[in-house]
DNA sequence: ATAATGAATATTGGATACAATATGCAATAC
DNA sequence: GTATTGCATATTGTATCCAATATTCATTAT
């Protein structure tokens, strides 16, 4: 008799729960810079102490989401142009390297996987879906590379920015753009191009943020 | 009449008195990887109740420096060989790219302030002093970059690998030899050429790579 | 002897209670 | 009217306690 086990000491703690969901909540823009997260609010919200949900706040201080002051509690972290254009510029440095040393360790399956994402973020109709489509389409790219730190770091940068990416796609023409980019990107990885791929991430990148400082100029 | 107004309400919280005082005593080499964390223990110690400790682990756990089980709590993280040669690859990356943006705006204050800190490296007996003195050398010329993003990063990729950097710098000539590498980068950046900087910097660090991973296939 | 079992103890997870600080609002002063 | 003060309330920080789970060790079975 052949009995699947499963391991069942490893559900989530309650401040993982509460983290995870808070931090969703941020990334995808339903919580918005300067917002207050009221520990006993958020408490009552799990159905759980107040405990819990200082740890996940101590968690997400640690990501950069949120900023605590003593006895004043907890806020969504803001993000200033100047911080955005920097993460924008590291973002283009890592992740064009990234996919550079990942071409060469792409399969059919990665290409599979990478244009089920591109058709999905080019279809999609709510903005809140934009942030995560378009990771997972970049990410699935870069995971050949087997560089788990650096995926990591991006992943984090990603999270500090990816309010502002639902910005930028608003713009005229921003999600066709993108697609388009994400397009001449896959292709150059089925190609086999390193360079390409690396060079057109990077500009891919660059042209989001130049389009997005441009509108915070003007507003 | 003048009086020095001073803001009394910000000392910091326990638990972050206690996240320093671990992060510390990890990467200087004081916890070594495996080694658990024991909640009510590290209470005793700080004088607290256990609940400041559990942020702090918690906090710890976003950094990397511990893994957390549940019910089972915390034991110092541990690095890989491969883990290891990642994140330096990720150094010389990024420390290439940062000290480069750096030179063109470095002062005279900078060159003072690097050469203090090469010299107090270059002099001190003290292994668990070489990562921060190697740290602060480092930085001090990085932070003329003005990319407080990167060096966040940076900062936290350094907290991985330090007590790797112990081990490293205690190879047979492992000292001497990265001061002689600190002064050719300090020259680089005094005489102004971020291109140079850039390269000396990452061999400088790509090598540390290559003897510790020697090592570790030795051993 | 080794392996299995069960109870006691240790440790973690978090609920509840208390202490410390901040905020808001009504009353008072000018 | 505006500004200041003082008190009540709200919120955060953490101590204490209880519940849940893991570990250890003595006892029993083979």
Redesign the interface.
């Known amino acids: 008799m052949q009995i699947d086990s499963v391991n069942i ?5 309650a ?1 993982t729960i509460i983290c995870d969901a808070l931090r969703r909540a941020i990334i995808e823009g339903r919580l918005n810079d300067g917002d207050a997260l009221r520990q006993d609010e958020i408490a009552r919200m799990f159905g759980t102490s107040r ?1 819990p949900v ?3 706040i ?2 997400l ?4 989401l949120v900023v605590t ?3 004043k509690g907890a806020v969504v972290a803001g993000i200033s142009p100047q ?1 955005a254009a ?2 924008w ?2 973002r283009a ?2 992740e064009g ?1 990234v996919i550079e040393a990942a071409v060469p360790r792409m399969t059919a399956a990665t290409f599979a996987r990478a244009r089920r994402h591109l058709d999905a973020f080019a279809k999609t109709a709510n903005p809140r879906d934009w942030g995560e489509l378009n990771r997972q389409f970049h990410t699935t790219l870069y995971a050949a590379s087997d ?4 995926l ?2 991006i992943d984090k ?1 990603l999270d500090r920015v990816d309010r502002l990416l639902r910005a930028q796609l608003s713009l005229s023409n921003g999600l066709a753009r993108a697609t388009e980019e994400h397009e001449a990107i896959l292709a150059a990885c089925e190609a086999g191009n390193p360079e390409q791929a690396g060079q057109l991430t990077r500009q891919h990148i660059l042209g989001a943020k130049a389009n997005l400082l441009a509108q915070i100029n003007r507003d």
Not at 9 to 13: D, I, K, L, P, T
Not at 61 to 64: L, R
Not at 147 to 150: A, E, M, Q
């Open positions: 000491s490893q559900g989530a703690s401040a405990i200082r740890e996940a101590a968690m201080e640690q990501q950069g002051q003593r006895y911080e920097e993460i510029d590291f440095l890592l390297h560089l788990s730190y650096h990591t770091v940068a």
